[in-house]
Structures are given as C-alpha cells and as structure tokens.
C-alpha cells in the first residue's frame, strides 16, 4: 500500500466521450488531493482515449490502463489490482461528483474506523436533479449483527444500496475477502459485489450526503424499452442464490419474502414504463410486452406466494392493479395506468 495515496478512484470508460470531460474535471479538482484516478479505457472506439489521455498529461494522478472490451466488471477488477491507495471509490465515466465528495466520505472512513462508507446520489429525472432519500440511520456504525439483521434486507428487496458509486471500501478490507465484480455479467454486477461487501463487513457508516451526481442516459428502461429484456433480469434476480453468493445470515424463508417482494415491485415499475408514452415504440408492441410480464408463470406465482401481504400492504391504486394482475385483466391493467400517467401529466 502507497501510504501517500488516501484514495484510488477506479473509472471505467467505454464510448462516454460527451460526458467524460466533465467527470473528469470533477476528480481532478477535488478537494482530497493525496488521490489516484485509475482510468481503465474498455475498447472505447468513439474519441475517448483522446480525453482521458489529454487529463493524464495535465495531471500525473491519472493513470491509463487499455483494455479490450470485457465489460465493465473486468474493469473494475483491473482498476481495484493497479490500486494503491487505503481506500477505494467507483465513479462511471458518464457521472459527475462534487468538489468536496471524496474528502467527505475520507473523513467519515477515518472518523468512525469502518469499511465501508455509503453516501446518497442525486440522478437526473425528465431534466430535474432530484437527491435521493434513505430511511437508514446516518452518522451512526453499524457492526456485523446490525448489517446481516438490519441492511442486508434492503440489497434483497430493492435496488436502493446497489451502487458502488456512492461508497468507500477499505482496500485492505476488500483485498482480505478477495471481494470482485463477477465477470459475464451484463447486469446486477454493482449489487453482488456490494451485497458480498456488506455481508463481510464488521463496520460501516451511512453518510446523509449527495455529491454523487448521476446521469441517466440513452440506453436505460425508461428510453430504450425494447433494447433489452427486464423481465427477464428481474426474474433473474428473484431465482439468483443470494444465499450461497454472500453466505447471508438469514433464513431461505425471509430471503425468499424479500425478494418476491422486489420482484412484484419491478412488475409494478416495468408495466409503467412499457405504458409511459413513447413514440420511438409502437402502442401495440408495448402492450403486448405487459401482456406478456401478466401472464408469466413467475409473475403468477409470485403473485400467489405474496397474495395476503400485497392485499395489507397495497395502496388503494396498487391493490387494484394488483387484483388485475391476479385476473391477467389487461384492459383494467392499460385503464389503470392511463389514470396514472394523466395524473402525472405524461398526457397534458
């Protein structure tokens, strides 16, 4: 370990080059300057190199590692072997963080003697910065029990500690565990190498503190709906052994009730953005791929499995669309969903 270099900030670039510049220019300016930034170019064929290339002659912290696309778990796994600082951060080369952001998750990792130290984001929505909000304690240590009791649930049951964007991780602690991003994988990779952290970890700290700034861009859900299949990925995660994966400490039932959970809730979400107007997609054809998410076997089983805690839990709109994913009743699935979307003024 390099004692001079607090921390080794990996990048990962592959065809970013409208956006790279800019994240870029906000490590180099950051206010923590005992940093590294490991630039790891993933074949990018679109000017890339020419901007990142351009940073390392400006700024010695820069370092280039080139690379034949593997995709972005190998990466990572590259970045994280070159690394040399006592700490290690992720940043994806089409985001952008604060001036202060590696100096305030520093001063936490050193503070309070962790792990793992975990920020929040803001992401960009319909041209709008909107900061994202947990409901976990912050400024407060969490020790082994709490983690496998209290923060492990929120990696089964959602996506809201997935990014690996927004922590910190001891380099020490991850080079112990031989902690990586599983390679092969083109989604969900984020989330299992987070969720084998979390599950090694003996401490780890939640910051109330958004400088990581991210940017949704063409190619997500909600703009390129038909370019790749989410129910699969969804299913794919609710049949994942998360269990085994991480050697989690809690039963095969609860895991199993978390993620049915999570399941049902994409359900919720991808049936809205496959309806959301779009005119880069036909109305038939995104009605026929609801048609489909309603009527897949792991949609009705869960559904069934899930049936007496959806009815308690369920809103007054939820408890109607679910009732019409229990019937396969599309044409109130579409009447629901119109009201909602007029309600969000996707119709004005």
Same mark, same amino acid.
Not at 257 to 273: F, G, Q, V
């Given at each position: 370990?390099?004692?001079?270099?607090?921390?080794?900030?990996?990048?990962?670039?592959?065809?970013?080059?409208?956006? +790279?510049?800019?994240?870029?220019?906000?490590?180099?300016?950051?206010?923590?300057?005992? %940093?590294? /930034?490991? $630039?790891?170019?993933?074949?990018?064929?679109?000017?890339? @190199?020419?901007?990142?290339?351009?940073?390392?002659?400006?700024?010695?912290?820069?370092?280039?590692?080139?690379?034949?696309?593997?995709?972005?778990? %190998?990466?990572?796994?590259?970045?994280?072997?070159?690394?040399?600082?006592?700490? %290690? #951060?992720? $940043? @994806?080369?089409?985001?952008?963080?604060?001036?202060?952001?590696?100096?305030? +998750?520093?001063? #936490?990792?050193?503070?309070?003697?962790?792990?793992?130290?975990?920020?929040?984001?803001?992401?960009?929505?319909?041209?709008?910065?909107?900061?994202?909000?947990?409901?976990?304690?912050?400024?407060?240590?969490?020790?082994?029990?709490?983690?496998?009791?209290?923060?492990?649930?929120?990696?089964?049951?959602?996506?809201?500690?997935?990014?690996?964007? $927004?922590?910190?991780?001891?380099?020490?602690?991850?080079?112990?565990?031989?902690?990586?991003?599983?390679?092969?994988?083109?989604?969900?990779?984020? #989330?299992?190498?987070?969720?084998?952290?979390?599950?090694?970890?003996?401490?780890?700290?939640?910051?109330?503190?958004?400088?990581?700034?991210?940017?949704?861009?063409?190619?997500?859900?909600?703009?390129?709906?038909?370019?790749?299949?989410?129910?699969?990925?969804?299913?794919?995660?609710?049949?994942? @052994?998360?269990?085994?994966?991480?050697?989690?400490?809690?039963?095969?039932?609860?895991?199993?009730?978390?993620?049915?959970?999570?399941?049902?809730?994409?359900?919720?979400?991808?049936?809205?953005?496959?309806?959301?107007?779009?005119?880069? $997609?036909?109305?038939?054809?995104?009605?026929?791929?609801?048609?489909?998410?309603?009527?897949?076997?792991?949609?009705?089983?869960?559904?069934?499995?899930?049936?007496?805690? +959806?009815?308690?839990?369920?809103?007054?709109?939820?408890?109607?669309?679910?009732?019409?994913?229990? #019937?396969?009743?599309? /044409?109130?699935?579409?009447?629901?969903?119109?009201?909602?979307?007029?309600?969000?003024?996707?119709?004005?």
């Amino acid at each position: 370990m390099n004692n001079t270099i607090k921390v080794s900030v990996i990048i990962p670039v592959y065809n970013v080059a409208p956006y +790279l510049s800019e994240c870029l220019s906000s490590l180099m300016h950051q206010t923590l300057t005992d %940093v590294e /930034f490991i $630039v790891v170019n993933d074949g990018s064929t679109d000017g890339s @190199d020419l901007i990142f290339e351009s940073f390392a002659q400006k700024d010695s912290r820069f370092r280039v590692i080139h690379q034949s696309n593997q995709g972005v778990s %190998v990466a990572r796994n590259q970045g994280l072997q070159l690394a040399q600082g006592e700490c %290690v #951060a992720f $940043v @994806d080369a089409d985001d952008f963080v604060a001036a202060d952001f590696l100096e305030k +998750l520093y001063t #936490a990792y050193s503070l309070y003697q962790v792990q793992i130290v975990t920020a929040c984001f803001t992401s960009q929505v319909d041209g709008q910065w909107i900061a994202q909000k947990i409901s976990i304690p912050t400024a407060r240590v969490f020790i082994a029990t709490e983690i496998h009791h209290d923060i492990i649930p929120y990696f089964l049951q959602g996506d809201t500690l997935n990014s690996s964007c $927004v922590k910190l991780f001891s380099r020490a602690f991850i080079e112990h565990h031989k902690i990586a991003f599983p390679k092969g994988m083109t989604n969900g990779e984020d #989330a299992l190498f987070c969720l084998q952290a979390f599950a090694k970890a003996e401490r780890i700290v939640f910051m109330d503190y958004s400088g990581y700034h991210y940017r949704e861009v063409s190619g997500s859900a909600s703009r390129n709906i038909l370019a790749k299949n989410y129910l699969q990925q969804a299913i794919d995660t609710l049949d994942f @052994d998360h269990q085994k994966y991480a050697d989690l400490q809690l039963s095969p039932t609860r895991i199993n009730h978390y993620k049915a959970h999570r399941y049902m809730e994409a359900i919720y979400n991808l049936i809205h953005i496959y309806l959301k107007p779009n005119a880069t $997609v036909s109305w038939r054809k995104r009605v026929n791929v609801v048609r489909q998410i309603v009527h897949h076997p792991k949609t009705k089983a869960t559904v069934h499995y899930l049936s007496k805690d +959806l009815e308690t839990d369920a809103s007054g709109y939820r408890k109607k669309m679910l009732q019409c994913i229990r #019937a396969r009743f599309l /044409f109130g699935i579409l009447a629901l969903t119109f009201y909602s979307n007029y309600r969000n003024q996707y119709y004005k």
